[in-house]
């Protein structure tokens, strides 16, 4: 089990919390990311009128608070017909001790959140962080979030990766329901890094609400960017971009920044060894659906017109370890797979040095679309299939172990599925598969 609470040398909060019509403050919501610079945080909250931006910090919970750092805030329109106006605050905190608690709360004189508490976490690729990693969690029925609170609280997780769809869809209703998912996950993003990576459902209005919402690392507004943790090199980036061509922009920007990115990673295989990448819409999927990953040639796989700027070579010539994907609202694992080729380590132990990445489909967390059928029979490629509220632990061990376990929510937390992947590092220098 990992450390209470554990953390990052650098790590950006969004804190959410608004402040009523009246001035006085509403119960704030808050999210943890990555902007990229050790001992540092980003706190990034909403009021109703603008106001000054400050975050207060100390060690103790119940003492004062003597650091104070200001920042600045922007407005943001929500595309909505009631053309919704927030302002966006941004405090960046700096010289943060790796592994120490803080206390924090922010806001001005008009009115201030709660007190939360993060711990920073840990430099370099020598522990082992557990990431708690789902996709496809709304606003209603968010089925697995409870257990997810309660795993949190205990001190289960360091990082949680959410791929893609929030709230179920963050733009409805003039975006209050953006507002109630912020609130609904407070338990979980108030005490953890919160990283995230965009899904179909955010596109309204150019991906506005994800983008304002969420500080992720790079230039990019969180489309996509990378970033490691402990032994993992960890690769977010928009499937989106492949299905929404009045973008089609961005699909050549994206392509060529991952290959420069998997090139930098793959030249390094010792620190951090693993690569791990997070995207909303799978290659591949056992889904008895007409969704893209069903089909044989799948845009993200294959790329535009099944020939321009498909992924699956250029994750498997750069060693993609694991590839995380949701948008299914089930829980699937492949065999380790490339072209619709198993390439198992051995018939005995397929995850034991395997020759091709392994992706999880971890959608079912829970929200207002029910679960997605399966098809009677399932794919040589198709590992584990389950049709249950959950989410997924992933604990990366070390350099040469991680360990993937999946949780039900519908069965009181039983762990249904549980496999190990092992990769020596002994040729991972070059790792060129």
């Keep these: 089990m990992c450390s209470l609470l554990p953390c990052w040398s650098c790590c950006c909060l969004l804190l959410f919390f608004s402040l009523g019509v009246q001035g006085s403050p509403k119960a704030p919501s808050a999210a943890l990311s990555y902007p990229g610079e050790p001992g540092c945080m980003t706190v990034t909250w909403t ?52 592994g120490v608690q803080y206390v924090y709360r922010c806001g001005s004189t008009q009115g201030r959140s709660h007190r939360f508490l993060f711990r920073a976490l840990k430099n370099g690729p020598h522990w082992s962080p557990c990431l708690a990693v789902f996709g496809d969690t709304g606003a209603d029925n968010p089925r697995a979030l409870p257990r997810l609170c309660r795993d949190t609280q205990q001190g289960r997780y360091d990082v949680v990766l959410h791929v893609g769809d929030f709230a179920c869809n963050m733009d409805q209703d003039n975006a209050r329901v953006r507002d109630k998912f912020m609130n609904l996950i407070e338990p979980v993003a108030t005490s953890l890094p919160y990283v995230t990576c965009p899904g179909n459902n955010e596109e309204r209005s150019n991906f506005s609400n994800y983008k304002a919402r969420f500080s992720m690392p790079g230039n990019s507004e969180g489309l996509w960017y990378s970033w490691d943790l402990g032994p993992a090199h960890i690769i977010s980036f928009s499937t989106e971009v492949y299905f929404f061509l009045h973008y089609h922009h961005l699909v050549e920007r994206q392509f060529h920044w991952l290959e420069s990115d998997l090139q930098k990673a793959n030249k390094n295989r010792t620190a951090p060894p693993w690569i791990i990448t997070m995207g909303h819409r799978p290659m591949y999927c056992f889904s008895a659906d007409l969704d893209d990953c069903a089909w044989h040639e799948s845009k993200v796989r294959k790329g535009l017109l099944g020939k321009f700027y498909g992924l699956e070579d250029p994750f498997y010539k750069y060693g993609v370890d694991l590839q995380l ?29 395997p020759r091709g990445p392994i992706h999880i489909i971890t959608g079912s967390a829970g929200c207002e679309e029910w ?25 990366n061990l070390n350099g040469t172990h991680v360990h993937i376990q999946q949780v039900s929510g519908d069965q009181d937390g039983k762990i249904v599925d549980n496999v190990w992947v092992v990769r020596p590092l002994l040729g991972r220098m070059m790792y060129l598969w």
């Design 325 to 353: 994907w949701a948008h299914e609202r089930s829980y699937e694992r492949l065999w380790p797979i490339y072209n619709y080729h198993v390439f198992n380590g051995s018939r005995e132990m397929p995850y034991t040095h």
């Design 47 to 98: 009021t109703w009128v603008p106001t000054p931006s400050e975050v207060q910090s100390g060690l103790q919970l119940w003492g004062p608070l003597p650091l104070r750092a200001q920042g600045t805030f922007s407005p943001f329109v929500d595309g909505g017909i009631l053309r919704r106006k927030l302002y966006i605050h941004r405090v960046t905190l700096q010289g943060l001790l790796p």
């Design 371 to 395: 679960l997605t059928p399966l098809t009677l029979f399932p794919r040589p490629w198709s590992a584990v299939r389950i049709k249950e509220y959950g989410y997924t632990w992933l604990h």
